[in-house]
């Protein structure tokens, strides 16, 4: 298969991913191509390949504003496959709504659904996984991978299922439609700032400029996070969500060379937020070894 990875990513979560899958899918013989959307990225091509894997972060239960105003761009012809490979640090299954914006746009195109996998990665807002959870999530993604690679080889298409109900609540919380404007206008950097230029360098929209030696935040934040969670200082302060800050690289290609963890970090007796991926990890697990016999 001829396979085109089109992906948007804040702090690196969905190229990481993208980088595991396309590297599965070469293993298995395929030809990989792959567009990363930013707010500099040209159009991709979409006429020369079989299928297109849709890839994006979820920001409060919907894809990010960036990548379904890129998608809407895209060349789509009928009949033409397309999955989904989502991400996200919770599996509640609000979440399950998130594609609904990019599955209207590809049936009024007349595209062919080949699938949609929701795969965890660690927050960058909200609070820090634990290394050994991390390490647990990225074994389970590399079953969860092999289970996608061996679903397009095979035509089989799951269905991530929402409903009206969470349909509806998630498209009330979007909160990227007025959110990023509104706290950009509170985001500052402290006098910690080394002015090393990594926040300006690497921000997706082009948002943010060293002026006379000051860093200056313009108002078209996508919320990502990239700058504050990357900030080698820590000194950015990203307005009302500054309590929700999470700053530090996981270093996920060192976590996953270590496997998992020697004890599951999720069992059966998690509670409260950790109980949420009792289900999917099982399901991962279940659907792994039905087809390739081991777990």
Known sequence: MRVLLVYYTGTYNTRYLTDRLARELTERGHSVER??????????????????????????????????????????????????????GETFAMNNASSRILL???????????????????????????TDFVREILEKDGKLLKILAHDLESGCAPEIKSNAAYNIASAAISIQKVGGAVNSFFYRADD???????????CPEGNIKIIEGSVKFGHRCDMCMRCSFFCPTDAIHIGFLQNWKVNGDYR????????????????????????CFKKHFDEIDRRYAELFGKN
């Open 252 to 275: 996920l290609a060192k976590l996953e060379a270590m496997g998992a963890p020697e004890k599951p970090y999720i069992t059966a007796e998690s509670r409260g937020f950790y109980s």
């Open 104 to 130: 209207r746009r590809m049936r009024r195109k007349k595209a062919v659904f080949a699938g949609e996998y929701h795969f965890v990665m660690p927050y960058n807002i909200h609070f820090a996984f634990d």
């Open 192 to 202: 910690r700032c080394v002015k090393c230029g990594l926040c300006a360098k690497n």
């Open 35 to 88: 567009t990363e959307i930013d707010a500099f990225a040209p159009i991709a091509d979409t006429s020369d390949c079989d299928v297109i894997g849709f890839g994006y972060p979820i920001y409060g239960f919907n894809s990010p504003l960036p990548f379904n105003r890129y998608v809407d761009k895209l060349d789509i012809r009928a009949g033409q496959k397309f999955f989904i490979y989502k991400n996200s």
